[in-house]
């Protein structure tokens, strides 16, 4: 097969690091992405000369796949990176992100669905099916053509099981990763796929030299479900690795220190009040985050505990995503819902209990981790949660982190945080509590150790340790 840049290296992810958005004089504006890979993929992109493959998302990203000279975006707009957006049809993207990505595989891998109801796998589920098993294949097909001889190709997500598969079929040249940034559901869950499903998704990632994982919990939990559903379990040709990914330090500081940071700390002192300690979450409002239980062990505090009536607020910063499925809607206007609850039977002429902000602002995020007394962070399950490693980082006087067992950030940094149930509203409630009486020094401390822990594995040392551990035969 033709290759069109020769990449040594490839990274493939549904979402790019740009997007893009059409003006009203029609002009294309680019937005750069955030977060781990985006990151961890910039410090090193560069060097190695990396091709980005990712999919248009919207009408102004398939826009900019038409303008594209030679296939890649213009690197004015990607931070210098070379990004190649795929332009798949609407519906195939729709039922391949929104049908299988989002509703299926996300629920499956953090355990959401509500039985006896949910899931249903039915006729429409498997054209669902044959939408994601051609998007998978859009991804192949570009990487085989980019990639060089004996490239390596680092596959990322959920998204895109079955594309490292279908590329080896494509390129048995290539060296080949699978990095899953979920949990990886238990095999009695994950089996309420149907088996062909089921065995497709494991053999989908099988098809690379490695699969790797966020914690060592998610890497035995794939490996015991290829047991369960494959029964030979693992072939000798697949390597399970395990990377952590931690925040960013540097990045994190610098950037908690410049000028609109320190503006939104006003305005957000102002809405808090003079004196009063607060709880910080910021999360994007999506189902596994837990954000109702969360305010619902906001609003047990206060009833059990009336001392601190006046004296704290729940900053919750809840940012919607995935607006196009009416049950990420839905959720969304519940912890609407709860917080105006809250507000309107504990609020008083001075003093707000809950300040809920949902439109997505980093500079106002990292204004409250600045803030923060104590860091909400009870996910329902996560595969690693970077919120729990940055608020460390950045708030200015060290805060108490409560932390669900169920993140995978719990591994790291589990001895310094106060664990939660993340289903125990009392427990939570409870923890608290006693997150906002902790003696200073104790906080201080704990705080120190969090942040060490949770920027030991910073972006671009996780994507290079991947990058290399695919030539390590022992790794
Ligand atoms: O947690 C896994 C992950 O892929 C994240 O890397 C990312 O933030 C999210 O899921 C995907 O979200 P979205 O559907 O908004 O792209």
Known sequence: MASTHGAEVLVASNRGPVSYETGEDGSLRAKRGGGGLVSGLSAIGPETNAVWVCAALGDGDRAAVRRAEGGLLPESDTGGQRVRMLDIDPEVFAAAYNGIANSVLWFVHHMLYQTPLEPVFDSEFRRQWAAYEAYNRAFANALAEEAGEGAAVLIQDYHLALAPRMLRRLRPDLRIGHFSHTPWAPAEYFRLLPDDIAAELLTGILGADRAAFLTRRWADAFTECCHAVLGPGIPAGTRIGVHGLGADADFLRERSHRPDVAERMAALRAEIGEGRRTIVRVDRTELSKNIVRGLLAYRQLLDEHPEWWEKVVHVAFAYPSRQDLAVYRDYTAEVQ?????????????????????????????????????????????????????????????GCVLVLSREAGAHEEM?????????????????????????????????????????????PARWFLDQLHALDDQSS
């Open 337 to 397: 819902r709860v917080a105006e609850e809250i507000n309107s039977a504990y609020g008083t002429p001075g003093w707000i209990p809950v300040v809920l902000h949902v439109k997505d602002d980093f500079a106002r995020s990292l204004a409250a981790y600045r803030l923060a007394d104590v860091a909400l962070v009870n996910p329902i399950r996560d595969g690693m949660n970077l919120v729990a490693k940055e608020v460390p980082v950045v708030s200015d006087e």
């Open 414 to 458: 589990g001895e310094d945080a106060l664990t939660v149930n993340p289903y125990d509203i009392t427990g939570t409630a409870e923890t608290l509590h006693t997150a906002l009486t902790m003696p200073a020094e104790e906080r201080a401390e704990r705080s120190k150790r969090l942040a060490a822990a949770g920027t030991a594995l910073p």
